[in-house]
């Protein structure tokens, strides 16, 4: 960590805030990565890390994704993201959130968070009460509630998008899907999948989750999280922690289309060349995951929470896909690097001077 301002100024993060309050045990690290189209907007999560490095590589990664996220999605905010150093099934409580959300209201709205991997609806809620610069909370007061909902609307959006430009339709009868992880988003995103009629196979470290579905769905099979990425089926659908997508799994995938709710699905961004060559479509994770996102922002908007809105922008998500699609093919470059193109673009539309 010596060498932070080199790699801030690698790729020009704006700002790293670190958190402390030792009587609520809370370590906490924030990150502004670029707040051109706006506050920087972002979740956030809570892990037990390894180290306070481990930490701090997590968030700047994250946080320049969110950067990408909204510019893509065509929201008003810039990327950050914030990462508590805690197990959240250990040594979450009130006073530590609390503590939390003074150190958010400080940066007086130029971070905006909510939910992320390992915080909830009630942790926002009792943030909220330090600061307002929260936008995924409860429905009881005003909020968008549990965004995995929407998440997984826009991964199926995704998937539908990819389905018609590899089989020329997005007829999800008798597809075969294999799902990585099945927590909020991808549980979900099994509902959706089988009433539209397709065959899922399912996996997840918490077996009971998913034996739960293969008990509720006939057409849901279960099979060892070490085995998932290997499945010969139509779409392999990443939803469980990043980094999935490495020179390791990469070579031993037997699917046309990897498309899931997961961020930071490549481990390195160079692994989006090696999906192209093996003739696998990607659909970039941070265009088809977007719908919390979009969900979080809508809450921002005068009058508050409206649901029908978010649902029609995060509808829209699908057509962005198509857009990224296009541009791959027409510059003959990976998926995820048209996707960054195309959040480049904005970005660039806004820095230069009218």
């Known amino acids: 960590m010596k ?9 020009d993060y704006e700002q790293i805030i670190f958190c402390q309050e030792r009587s609520f045990g809370l370590k906490a690290i924030i990150v502004i990565h670029d707040t051109t189209l706006g506050p920087a907007m972002g979740g956030m999560r809570m892990w037990p890390y390894e180290s306070d490095e481990t930490a701090l590589n997590d968030a700047l990664r994250l946080a320049r994704g969110m950067t990408y996220k909204n510019a893509a999605a065509g929201i ?16 979450k409580d009130e006073g530590m959130l609390r503590a939390l959300g003074r150190f958010i209201h400080r940066l007086n709205g130029l971070f905006l968070t909510g939910v992320d991997v390992g915080t909830t609806i009630a942790d926002m ?5 330090e600061t307002p610069y929260i936008v995924t909370f409860s429905e009881a007061s005003g909020g968008p509630g549990d965004t995995s909902s929407v998440t997984a609307l826009g991964v199926l959006q995704g998937i539908h998008a990819c389905l018609e430009e590899v089989y020329g339709t997005t007829e999800l009868a008798g597809r075969t899907i294999a799902i990585q992880g099945v927590g909020g988003v991808g549980a979900t995103l099994v509902d959706y999948l089988v009433q539209a009629g397709a065959r899922v196979t399912v996996a997840d470290v918490d077996q009971s989750k998913a034996q739960a579905l293969s008990s509720r769905y006939q057409a849901v099979e279960v ?12 779409v392999y659908s990443p939803c469980a922690l990043g980094a999935g997508l490495n020179d390791q799994t990469i070579p031993a995938l037997n699917c046309k289309i990897v498309c899931g709710g997961a961020n930071n699905q ?4 160079h692994q989006s060349d090696l999906l192209a060559e093996r003739g696998i479509l990607y659909a970039p994770d941070f265009i088809v995951n977007a719908g919390g996102i979009i969900v979080g922002a809508q809450s921002l908007t005068p009058g508050g929470y409206q649901r029908e809105q978010a649902l029609k922008q995060i509808e829209r998500i699908s057509q962005t896909v198509r857009q990224v699609f296009a541009i791959a093919n027409e510059l003959h470059i990976s998926t995820h690097k048209a996707a960054n193109a195309l959040a480049e673009q904005r970005l660039n539309i806004i820095r230069q001077p009218q």
């Not at 060498?3 to 790729?11: D, K, P, R, T």
């Not at 008003?76 to 040594?91: E, M, N, Q, S």
């Not at 490549?266 to 961004?269: D, G, P, S, T």
Request: overall charge negative.
């Open 125 to 129: 809620d009792i943030i909220r009460t």
């Open 3 to 11: 060498h932070i301002f080199e790699q801030m100024q690698a790729e």
């Open 266 to 269: 490549l481990a390195e961004e």
């Open 223 to 234: 099979v060892a999280p070490e085995e998932i990425h290997r499945l010969a089926v139509d």
């Open 76 to 91: 008003p905010y810039g990327g950050g993201k914030g990462v508590i150093l805690a197990d959240p099934h250990r040594t």
